[in-house]
């Protein structure tokens, strides 16, 4: 039956691990040569594993999730995300680092960001942003380190650390060595307020200097954003909470899950509107609103979820040519034992161009450069009943279009007999229903895909019109025995359009 559709919180598996004893900081020291012995051989298992997706960022082995200070540089997109370089389960934050003239092809660079025994980021180096100050790439992260509880700022099932925010500058023009100033930049939370959390920093500049909203919140009061203002990223004031959200009733031990605390802050203007994402409830929520930049506070007008699926923590910038591209942390949705095993963990989504309408909603698509992956189109034409089309291998893309007389669609992967993923499109009721999620039908542009999937071996992009995403993980899916099923209700009539799609590396490590 179709796969349930989950976001692993990226804190939970803190505590996880330390009881697992699995945690790269608890692994001792002749773990970890047996662990590099027996890495190539980690190594060979990852490149024949037929669940590994083959076109989506991905490190070549161990943990990934949230995407990090997405920059255009001397030429190149960079990319950086957090990542466990020991082991294949959240723990030990770096910030590792990718390369790309195109946003789909990718080299790995060497890890750009590495806890400082001792310093303010001993226990991690958390997730943050890239900017360019007078002339040179300078990134803003969150440090973790172990505290006092006085001092505690992140609450989660472990409550034992203390977050502060950090700045480091590119010392090179491929970004591959930083420097890191010794001492944090903001310290501590705004004095007096009993945070949640205080993490993620998302700076960006106005005419009278720098601004950045840190992710937080408090107790039965709502996550929130805080707002602080700078002339040189390095000597912050605090102002307010840009945005404040409102109490959800909920007593959840992890005030992420219970939306008292606001992560990964995104806040930026596009189509001449401003926007603010946010990650809290295992959800990303997207909203569109009004900025007043005398007074510096957001206001929001519109919302919506950014993506009903496993999908967290995203990251957008700014392209060279003007698009918001934004990118995305595809989380496993699979017992941690299996993940582990496996020997990898996330991916990263497809870059998304962002975009707002006029009447406040936002929009979103893959962006073009994806279409280079493609190989000759397949085209089928569709009537009412059930059509059914194997699948050569599990890299597709997949467009459907309906004729206006059809009332409803469902489209199934079918593996080895069995449906393993569906969805179903009601176009009366204007609702559609993936696994346990549900979500609304925009109205379509003409000509537009009603629905449009990019499928990458256990990973499924799936996108409703312009303004709908749910993001599967679907690991019942097999190479050569999957086919896609479309149900056409009634006198229901369409066409189905297929792309192959090339892997970015021969053996699926990327690069």
Same mark, same amino acid.
């Given at each position: 039956?179709?796969?349930?559709?989950?976001?692993?919180?990226?804190?939970?598996?803190?505590?996880?691990?330390?009881?697992?004893? +699995?945690?790269?900081?608890?692994? *001792?020291?002749?773990?970890?040569?047996?662990?590099?012995?027996?890495?190539?051989?980690?190594?060979?298992?990852?490149?024949?594993? *037929?669940?590994? *997706?083959?076109?989506?960022?991905?490190?070549?082995?161990?943990?990934?999730?949230? *995407?990090? /200070?997405?920059?255009?540089?001397?030429?190149?997109?960079?990319?950086?995300?957090?990542?466990?370089?020991?082991?294949?389960?959240?723990?030990?934050?770096?910030?590792?680092?990718?390369?790309?003239?195109?946003?789909?092809?990718?080299?790995?660079?060497?890890?750009?960001?590495?806890?400082?025994?001792?310093?303010?980021?001993?226990? @991690?180096?958390?997730?943050?942003?890239? +900017?360019?100050?007078?002339?040179?790439?300078?990134?803003?992260?969150?440090? +973790?380190?172990?505290?006092?509880?006085?001092?505690?700022?992140?609450?989660?099932?472990?409550?034992?650390?203390?977050?502060?925010?950090?700045?480091?500058?590119?010392?090179?023009?491929?970004?591959?060595?930083?420097?890191?100033?010794?001492?944090?930049?903001?310290?501590?939370?705004?004095? @007096?307020?009993?945070?949640?959390?205080?993490?993620?920093?998302?700076?960006?500049?106005?005419?009278?200097?720098? $601004? #950045?909203?840190?992710?937080? /919140?408090?107790?039965?009061?709502?996550?929130?954003?805080?707002?602080?203002?700078?002339?040189? #990223?390095?000597?912050?004031?605090?102002?307010?909470?840009?945005?404040?959200?409102?109490?959800? @009733?909920?007593?959840?031990?992890?005030?992420?899950?219970?939306?008292?605390?606001?992560?990964?802050?995104? !806040?930026?203007?596009?189509?001449?509107?401003?926007?603010?994402?946010?990650?809290?409830?295992?959800?990303?929520?997207?909203?569109?609103?009004?900025?007043?930049?005398?007074?510096?506070?957001?206001?929001?007008?519109?919302?919506?979820?950014?993506?009903?699926?496993?999908? $967290?923590?995203?990251?957008? !910038?700014?392209?060279?040519?003007?698009?918001?591209?934004?990118?995305?942390?595809?989380?496993?949705?699979?017992?941690?034992?299996?993940?582990?095993?496996?020997?990898?963990?996330?991916?990263?989504?497809?870059?998304?161009? #962002?975009?707002?309408?006029?009447?406040?909603?936002?929009?979103?698509?893959?962006?073009?450069?994806?279409?280079?992956?493609?190989?000759?189109?397949?085209?089928?034409?569709?009537?009412?009943?059930?059509?059914?089309?194997?699948?050569?291998?599990?890299?597709?893309?997949?467009?459907?279009?309906?004729?206006?007389?059809?009332?409803?669609?469902?489209?199934?992967?079918?593996?080895?007999?069995?449906?393993?993923?569906?969805?179903?499109?009601?176009?009366?009721?204007?609702?559609?229903?993936?696994?346990?999620?549900?979500?609304?039908?925009?109205?379509?542009?003409?000509?537009?895909?009603?629905?449009?999937?990019?499928?990458?071996?256990?990973?499924?992009?799936?996108?409703? @019109?312009?303004?709908?995403?749910?993001?599967?993980?679907?690991?019942?899916?097999?190479?050569?025995?999957?086919?896609?099923? +479309?149900? #056409?209700?009634?006198?229901?009539?369409?066409?189905?359009?297929?792309?192959?799609?090339?892997?970015?590396?021969?053996?699926?490590?990327?690069?």
């Amino acid at each position: 039956m179709p796969q349930k559709h989950q976001v692993v919180d990226r804190r939970s598996f803190l505590s996880a691990c330390a009881r697992a004893g +699995v945690a790269s900081a608890l692994m *001792p020291s002749c773990s970890r040569v047996a662990w590099g012995q027996a890495a190539s051989s980690v190594v060979r298992d990852i490149a024949s594993d *037929p669940l590994r *997706p083959q076109y989506h960022l991905m490190p070549q082995h161990n943990w990934m999730n949230d *995407p990090n /200070g997405p920059i255009w540089w001397k030429g190149k997109y960079h990319l950086f995300y957090q990542l466990n370089p020991h082991a294949a389960v959240w723990g030990d934050m770096h910030w590792g680092h990718a390369v790309s003239a195109d946003m789909i092809h990718w080299r790995h660079e060497p890890v750009a960001l590495a806890p400082t025994p001792g310093g303010p980021d001993s226990e @991690g180096c958390f997730s943050g942003s890239a +900017v360019v100050y007078n002339g040179v790439p300078t990134v803003i992260y969150t440090g +973790v380190q172990n505290a006092a509880s006085k001092d505690v700022t992140l609450h989660d099932a472990a409550d034992k650390l203390r977050e502060t925010q950090m700045l480091a500058t590119a010392a090179d023009d491929n970004l591959l060595r930083w420097n890191k100033l010794e001492t944090p930049v903001i310290a501590a939370p705004p004095a @007096g307020m009993a945070v949640t959390g205080f993490r993620d920093p998302c700076p960006w500049q106005e005419a009278d200097g720098w $601004y #950045l909203a840190v992710g937080s /919140g408090e107790r039965g009061k709502g996550g929130c954003a805080l707002l602080y203002h700078s002339q040189d #990223l390095r000597h912050w004031e605090y102002l307010h909470p840009l945005a404040q959200g409102k109490p959800t @009733g909920s007593n959840a031990a992890d005030p992420v899950d219970s939306g008292d605390m606001w992560e990964c802050p995104d !806040f930026f203007e596009v189509d001449g509107r401003h926007c603010l994402l946010y990650s809290t409830e295992n959800k990303v929520y997207w909203t569109t609103g009004d900025y007043d930049a005398r007074e510096h506070r957001y206001t929001a007008t519109r919302q919506g979820v950014l993506d009903y699926g496993s999908y $967290y923590a995203p990251k957008s !910038f700014r392209a060279p040519d003007g698009r918001r591209i934004l990118w995305g942390w595809i989380p496993e949705a699979r017992p941690q034992a299996e993940y582990a095993a496996a020997g990898w963990a996330g991916a990263m989504s497809l870059p998304r161009v #962002l975009g707002v309408d006029a009447e406040g909603q936002l929009t979103l698509k893959v962006a073009d450069e994806a279409k280079t992956l493609r190989g000759a189109a397949v085209r089928q034409r569709l009537k009412g009943g059930t059509q059914r089309s194997r699948l050569e291998h599990l890299r597709q893309e997949i467009a459907l279009r309906v004729a206006p007389q059809t009332k409803a669609a469902t489209v199934r992967l079918i593996a080895e007999g069995m449906p393993v993923w569906e969805m179903q499109l009601d176009l009366t009721a204007r609702i559609a229903r993936c696994g346990e999620r549900t979500f609304s039908l925009p109205a379509l542009k003409p000509d537009e895909p009603l629905l449009r999937l990019f499928l990458d071996a256990s990973v499924i992009e799936a996108f409703a @019109g312009a303004t709908q995403a749910i993001t599967s993980r679907c690991y019942a899916v097999r190479p050569e025995r999957t086919e896609l099923e +479309v149900v #056409l209700a009634g006198d229901g009539a369409g066409e189905l359009t297929r792309w192959p799609l090339a892997a970015i590396s021969a053996d699926r490590l990327t690069s």
